[in-house]
């Protein structure tokens, strides 16, 4: 069996999700399932609470923020436990048989970068518990842990539908060619209608990169179209997603710096907050 896919759940309605996109994707793949709920620092206790307190105040009082703060992080343990337990059915009842489940404490960061090295996939809701819907914000932690992991990250959507069809965003980058040779190879795709899509640029390059894109597939017996179009990236891909019946988008994921996309924003950004389908993102 080859490495497990990481499953992280949270308690939102994107948990039940990212456990049946899980489970699908491990069906396919021929993986193991381990779903991960990581407490943040803030709902474990402080290891010296005396430092947080003014002088002068009653030791009464700080022996009851003590044990305050060691009831709200039992409280966060269980609820992780039961959280866990749910997903892990979850997983089960869709024919997974190879499920295991961790109860983490400190910054997802820390637990991504542990796991990584082992892991196949990483599978992580687009919203978290404290996402604002009417604003299509996205998760806190989504950002931080496609920009960290090396391996490929699979956004789960709100609900799980059958993946049929497959838009990759083929811009002939690093991350691109990646996502190519990863298709061509990965027992996820076989069977899947897949259409390589180019967006603005019709120049012979442009041609060149996809027409190898699409050779390497069929070299590797997979099917797959390809089509170059202009306009905007964003409206271009989004709208092709919604109106053609697409599935699964798979593009790379943030190709330029940090501070850059912070003052124009990205593609990979607009992509996960608009399109109402699961993203396959990889570095």
């Not at 990483?122 to 604002?132: F, H, Q, Y």
Request: net charge positive.
């Amino acid at each position: 069996m080859s490495n497990p896919l990481v499953a992280f759940v949270d308690g939102s309605i994107y948990s039940k999700s990212v456990c049946e996109h899980a489970a699908w994707l491990a069906k396919r793949m021929g993986s193991s399932v381990q779903i991960l709920h990581v407490l943040g620092r803030r709902e474990t206790p402080p290891s010296d609470l005396s430092g947080a307190i003014a002088l002068g105040t009653r030791s009464a009082l700080l022996e009851q923020l003590s044990e305050l703060d060691a009831q709200r992080a039992k409280l966060a343990r269980e609820r992780g436990r039961v959280i866990l337990e749910d997903a892990q059915s979850i997983v089960l009842k869709a024919g997974v048989s190879q499920v295991t489940t961790r109860l983490v404490s400190g910054d997802i960061l820390e637990t991504v970068g542990e796991l990584e090295a082992g892991a196949a996939m990483m599978v992580i809701g687009k919203r978290g518990e404290a996402a604002d819907f009417a604003k299509l914000h996205l998760g806190s932690n989504l950002e931080r842990v496609v920009r960290a992991s090396q391996k490929p990250v699979f956004v789960a959507s709100r609900a799980f539908r059958p993946i049929g069809k497959v838009l990759v965003a083929f811009d002939g980058g690093v991350s691109n060619i990646k996502a190519v040779d990863h298709i061509a190879v990965s027992p996820l795709f076989r069977g899947l209608d897949i259409t390589l899509l180019t967006v603005g640029g019709e120049g012979d390059d442009t041609a060149r990169k996809l027409d190898y894109a699409r050779g390497k597939l069929e070299q590797a017996g997979v099917s797959a179209v390809s089509e170059i179009r202009n306009g905007q990236p964003e409206v271009v891909i989004a709208s092709a997603v919604e109106r053609e019946g697409f599935d699964l988008l798979v593009m790379g994921a943030y190709g330029h710096s940090r501070i850059r996309n912070l003052l124009i924003g990205s593609t990979t950004t607009e992509m996960l907050r608009s399109c109402m389908v699961p993203v396959l993102l990889f570095r």
